[in-house]
């Protein structure tokens, strides 16, 4: 007879099917609740929340069917991870079918940028690249992206809407490029003296040049201040290299500013 411990307990379905990196629910959640925010969450807009939620809930038992998690975890949970993939790539598609019809006209060429995003993410994925610099950085362009078409469904104009996307995507750009070098730095035999150099200068120059060009773009003075909280903090990063196992409280950091930067953009959208 079978005993009872070996059924999965309702607790444990999910386990091991979630995303494994806590920082995309902020790469996620922060430019999607900017989104609602500014264009007062219609249902279109709520659609297409779902669907990007969705999106992400099937990263993870995609990479584990590709095998990315090892063969043993591919036996183990290759059932429940197909069950769950395929029920949440079904209601993602009915969310995105559904936002897609409601969405006002002009905002509907904008879904192409989620979607081609997420499309080379899933190509790096496959090719084992989703861990590299580049990739890390596109998968949270991509997931940014969603913020576009739901601000837009509240009639927010294109360009406020990329301006919103940009914001979060320079701050988790840098984020990621600080996060790594504070890894690469504690590394046997790196040079910590270059890296910190090279960190905070590629940081401080493409921080100052975002700033610059939102001030001669006469954005709003929130909109400028929302460029800082995650960039400033990424810099210190790169010049103080805190140990690689301050990771959590770096990571709940740059949460922090980055729900700054929500606050920011959302008075300063509003």
């Avoid at 902020?26 to 999607?32: A, K, M, S, V």
């Avoid at 095998?67 to 949970?77: I, L, P, T, V, W």
């Avoid at 490029?177 to 890894?183: C, K, N, P, Q």
């Amino acid at each position: 007879m079978t005993s009872l411990s070996s059924h999965p307990t309702p607790g444990s379905l999910l386990q091991g099917l979630l995303p494994r990196e806590h920082g995309v629910w902020f790469q996620l959640g922060l430019p999607l609740a900017s989104a609602l925010f500014v264009s007062g969450a219609p249902a279109s807009a709520l659609w297409l929340t779902g669907a990007a939620l969705a999106c992400l809930l099937a990263h993870e038992p995609l990479l584990l069917l590709l095998g990315h998690r090892g063969a043993r975890r591919g036996e183990r949970d290759g059932g429940r991870a197909k069950v769950w993939g395929l029920g949440v790539g079904a209601l993602g598609a009915l969310s995105f079918v559904l936002g897609a019809v409601s969405l006002p006209q002009e905002a509907r060429p904008f879904l192409a940028l989620p979607l081609i995003l997420g499309g080379e993410v899933l190509l790096l994925a496959w090719n084992r690249q989703e861990r590299t610099l580049s990739g890390e950085v596109l998968a949270a362009l991509a997931l940014g992206a969603w913020a576009v078409p739901i601000a837009m469904a509240g009639g927010l104009p294109a360009s406020t809407a990329l301006t919103l996307w940009g914001t979060y995507g320079l701050s988790f750009g840098l984020a990621t490029l600080a996060v790594r070098t504070v890894i690469a730095s504690h590394r046997p035999h790196a040079h910590r003296e270059r890296l910190r150099c090279t960190g905070a200068a590629l940081v401080a120059a493409v921080l100052l040049t975002a700033v610059l060009w939102a001030l001669a773009s006469g954005l709003h003075p929130l909109r400028v201040l929302a460029l800082l909280p995650v960039g400033l903090v990424a810099l210190g990063l790169c010049v103080a290299l805190p140990s690689p196992r301050k990771l959590h409280s770096i990571g709940w950091t740059l949460g922090v500013a980055g729900t700054l930067t929500l606050v920011l953009l959302g008075v300063g959208l509003g």
